[in-house]
């Protein structure tokens, strides 16, 4: 059998990424307290370079202070959790979307060193487990810069040659709503599945949309654009089918606070709608605070929680902690799912759900089994 040279290398990063010291949880929590200081450190640190326009590639210096606000919150998640192998999964992609948008491989390599030296400054010795994570990225940036050339995000989404699929996603390149909707009602006639019409056409539509952003192809706004026509055909299509009756418990299904993804949510509630659920859909960015009255209010015995970016997982754990105020018996079981589990190999247990599926449709077989279990 053989192995790409990639591979090998990424299983080489993520046995170094193992052995490392974790973070103990006081020194995760003093980074925190002091992100807004050393966020303002750090960009005055790369403000001052000469080269500074070269190593952007051109690109606004706003794009930077996203960058490193980001960064931040990336790195707060990554020690909370205790997800170095997220680190080593996510550190080829940041390289790999910002070459593609013609940042230097140089500016990586500056903008970590600033944060090393921002961490000595300010957390001073307790800073050291911190520090050792950043040279760790800083000894391996060549074999990052590598592994950033060898693959997408979205490898695995096919790239439409003449399918049906292909002329789909040139009408949701251009907005064409009218076009778009032809096609998924047509293919809602022929297979009379739902299911299939989201995970073979949109779906892997969305993704085909986020490696062409990814590899500097389309803009930002043809991704809003291209969101907005799929939400428009979730909204429209999903009525043309007659709901069955009610035959399960409640389910809430929502997205983690901070998330603007909200297509996969809304197609899993879409499909657990269909399987009898009564489902209570809450959309984007639900705000932590008012999550628990809902809770209280809708009794669900089902929750089902959207997460895409790792940057929020710590805004979803608070959101999940806040259920322990539940007795034993009013606790609902939950259900999660999104793209960060791609990413870490323990995210869901240290979230406390007790159940991840990867699809609407493994979401709806997993919601079915758990139901006939406890019935
Ligand atoms: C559209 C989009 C956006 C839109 C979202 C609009 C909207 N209203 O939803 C906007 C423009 C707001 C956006 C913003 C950002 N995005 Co964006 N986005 C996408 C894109 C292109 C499509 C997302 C989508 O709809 N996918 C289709 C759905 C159906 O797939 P899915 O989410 O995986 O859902 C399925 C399963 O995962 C599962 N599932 C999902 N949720 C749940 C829940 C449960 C309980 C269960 C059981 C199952 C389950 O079932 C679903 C259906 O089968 C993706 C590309 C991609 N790979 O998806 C990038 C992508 C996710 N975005 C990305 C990034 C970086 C961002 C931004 C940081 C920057 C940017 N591009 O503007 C911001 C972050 C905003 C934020 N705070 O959340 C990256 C993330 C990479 C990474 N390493 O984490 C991606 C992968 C693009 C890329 N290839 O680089 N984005």
């Given at each position: 059998m053989f192995c790409h040279i990639s591979?090998?290398?990424?299983?080489?990063?993520?046995?170094?990424?193992n052995r490392m010291v974790f973070v103990p949880e006081a020194v995760s929590a003093l980074y925190l307290y002091h992100g807004e200081a050393m966020l303002e450190q750090v960009n005055n640190i790369l403000l001052e370079r000469p080269d500074l326009s070269e190593l952007l590639g051109g690109n606004p210096q706003q794009m930077m202070f996203d960058n490193h606000r980001y960064h931040f919150e990336f790195m707060a998640n990554v020690f909370e959790f205790?997800?170095?192998?997220?680190?080593?999964?996510?550190?080829p992609w940041v390289y790999r979307a910002y070459f593609n948008h013609g940042f230097s491989a140089d500016y990586f390599v500056t903008e970590l060193e600033a944060w090393v030296s921002v961490i000595k400054q300010i957390l001073a010795d307790e800073g050291n487990t911190i520090v050792a994570v950043y040279e760790f990225l800083l000894d391996n940036h060549e074999v990052f810069v590598d592994l950033a050339g060898q693959h997408a995000w979205d490898d695995k989404v096919p790239?439409?040659?003449?399918a049906q699929d292909a002329v789909f996603y040139d009408h949701l390149l251009e907005g064409n709503f009218a076009e778009c909707f032809a096609i998924g009602r047509a293919f809602l006639e022929r297979t009379g599945s739902l299911e299939r019409l989201y995970l073979d056409i949109f779906?892997?539509?969305m993704y085909r949309i986020g490696r062409d952003w990814e590899m500097g192809r389309i803009s930002v706004a043809k991704e809003h654009l291209a969101s907005a026509v799929v939400m428009r055909l979730l909204a429209s299509i999903?009525?043309?089918?007659?709901l069955p009756s009610v035959d399960k418990g409640t389910v809430l299904v929502t997205v983690a606070p901070n998330e603007y993804h909200e297509i996969g949510a809304w197609m899993v509630a879409n499909t657990l709608e269909l399987d009898g659920w009564k489902t209570v859909y809450l959309g984007a960015n639900t705000?932590?605070?008012?999550?628990?009255n809902l809770v209280r209010a809708e009794k669900p015995c089902l929750l089902a929680f959207s997460?895409?970016?790792p940057f929020n997982l710590r805004h979803l754990k608070r959101m999940i902690?806040?259920?322990?105020?539940?007795?034993?018996?009013?606790?609902p079981f939950i259900m999660v799912g999104g793209q960060v589990f791609r990413l870490g190999n323990r995210l869901q247990k240290t979230l406390g759900a007790d159940a991840y599926a990867d699809s609407c449709v493994t979401a709806a077989q997993t919601a079915r089994g758990w139901w006939n279990k406890v019935q």
């Open positions: 591979e090998i290398r990424m299983d080489s990063l993520l046995q170094q990424a205790q997800g170095y192998d997220m680190l080593v999964r996510t550190v790239f439409f040659e003449d779906q892997p539509a999903y009525p043309l089918l007659d705000p932590c605070a008012d999550f628990m997460i895409a970016m902690d806040q259920l322990e105020s539940l007795s034993p018996a009013e606790r």
